[in-house]
């Protein structure tokens, strides 16, 4: 069997915030997403015509109407809703440290770095909307 990462999934009650974080500080596109029983948002990287390329999934939560989310993924506590949980965090390879820096200070966006020799890699955590880690692998010689 063959494995690669199709997609991760965040349940939140704030699309909104998700939009923004997703779309303005790591640059993904919202693209189509199937009429399933409940609000959300899938943000692509690439071609959006391509479903493959919907790397994140958000799943809305509709306090007044939560009958949709439930049926179709089960209930979940309203306190299972924030940050990583057994997860600790998702990881993408990224280039252009420089202006990613740039965007993030200028966002007032906190970010915390740290680079791994061994591994020729340079590491940018953020945190979502949510309180999903989000970790950014950059060649270290960007660094």
């Given amino acids: 069997m063959a494995l690669t990462l199709n997609h991760y999934s965040i349940r939140s009650a704030d699309l909104d915030a998700c939009h923004h974080f997703y779309t303005t500080v790591l ?3 919202v693209g189509p997403r199937p009429e ?4 959300g948002l899938w943000l692509y990287e690439g071609d959006t015509t391509v479903f493959a390329n919907a790397v994140v999934h958000i799943v809305g939560i509709d306090r007044n109407n ?3 989310l439930n049926g179709y993924l089960g209930e ?3 306190v299972a809703l924030h940050g990583t949980g057994v997860v600790d965090h998702v990881a993408f390879f990224a ?4 202006a990613m820096r740039a965007k993030l200070q200028g966002l007032g966006v906190q970010a915390r770095e740290r ?3 061994a591994l020729g890699l340079h590491q940018v955590f953020l945190d ?3 309180g999903v880690v989000i970790e950014l692998n950059y060649p270290a010689a960007e660094a």
């Fill in 66 to 68: 939560p009958e949709g």
């Fill in 128 to 130: 979502d909307p949510n």
């Fill in 76 to 78: 979940r506590g309203e």
């Fill in 115 to 117: 680079t791994v020799p």
């Fill in 27 to 29: 640059g993904l596109q």
């Fill in 36 to 39: 399933f029983p409940f609000p």
């Fill in 95 to 98: 280039t252009g440290l420089g």
